[in-house]
């Protein structure tokens, strides 16, 4: 069974710094892109950061020059180093990535892990 296996959420308090994780396990033949989302109490899902196969990245306003995404392929897994932490970045942080399986490809999330910023 192919699934992602997130890590890293807790509490902070402003300034401080938080290292999430996402692992991908199963039958997995190849990963494609690889992002994290976010979604606060009230609000959408939004994008915080991509990372395609090839090392290129996309990043949310929001997060530009505080949040780093990468990626280890050997390891199946995405980081998102998270830096100068704001009380606006609350929210459940989700792992998702486009896998090539067995079955075909798809796209696969996380279970979400919660980030609190307290001010």
């Known amino acids: 069974q192919v699934q992602l296996v997130e890590s890293g959420g807790g509490l902070v308090q402003a300034g401080g710094s938080l290292r999430l994780s996402c692992a991908a396990s199963g039958s997995i033949f190849s990963i494609n892109a690889m992002g994290w989302y976010r979604q606060a109490p009230g609000k959408q899902r939004e994008l915080v950061a991509a990372?395609?196969?090839?090392?290129?990245?996309n990043y949310a306003d929001s997060v530009k020059g505080r949040f780093t995404i990468s990626r280890d392929n050997a390891k199946n897994t995405v980081y998102l180093q998270m830096n100068s932490l704001k009380p606006e970045d609350t929210a459940v942080y989700y792992c998702?990535?486009?896998?090539?399986?067995?079955?075909?490809?798809?796209?696969?999330w996380g279970q979400g892990t919660q980030v609190t910023v307290s001010s």
């Open positions: 990372i395609t196969s090839g090392g290129s990245t």
């Open positions: 998702n990535a486009e896998l090539q399986v067995v079955a075909g490809s798809g796209d696969y």
